[in-house]
């Protein structure tokens, strides 16, 4: 099992990241459950782009912008609560 390096090197030096793993290992349930919340709000924010009404906006290529980087910032943390085999 492996966690995201970027959780695992922000644990507090006084924290075991062994048994940090363990703890979230257990628990997998709970972060599969969040990544999939996570994953629908992503598939359905990119199925509303897809929308003429979105082409209206007079600023779109600012509104696009944002949009990307939403779902930029919804990947990784889709990523982040995803507990990888090794």
Same mark, same amino acid.
């Given at each position: 099992?492996?966690?995201?390096?970027? *959780?695992?090197?922000?644990?507090?030096? =006084?924290?075991?990241?062994?048994? &940090?793993?363990?703890?979230? /290992?257990?628990?997998? @349930?709970? &972060? =599969?459950? &969040?990544?999939? *919340?996570?994953?629908?709000?992503?598939?359905?924010?990119?199925?509303d782009l /897809?929308?003429?009404?979105?082409? @209206? *906006?007079?600023?779109?290529?600012? /509104?696009?912008? @944002?949009?990307?980087?939403?779902?930029?910032?919804?990947?990784?943390?889709?990523?982040?609560?995803?507990? /990888? @085999?090794?």
């Amino acid at each position: 099992m492996r966690l995201s390096s970027k *959780v695992t090197s922000a644990l507090p030096k =006084d924290v075991s990241k062994e048994e &940090f793993e363990k703890r979230c /290992k257990a628990v997998e @349930d709970l &972060f =599969d459950h &969040f990544a999939l *919340v996570l994953s629908r709000t992503l598939e359905a924010h990119k199925a509303d782009l /897809k929308q003429p009404k979105q082409y @209206d *906006v007079a600023n779109w290529a600012y /509104k696009q912008a @944002d949009s990307i980087g939403y779902q930029r910032a919804l990947e990784e943390a889709i990523s982040l609560l995803k507990i /990888k @085999d090794l």
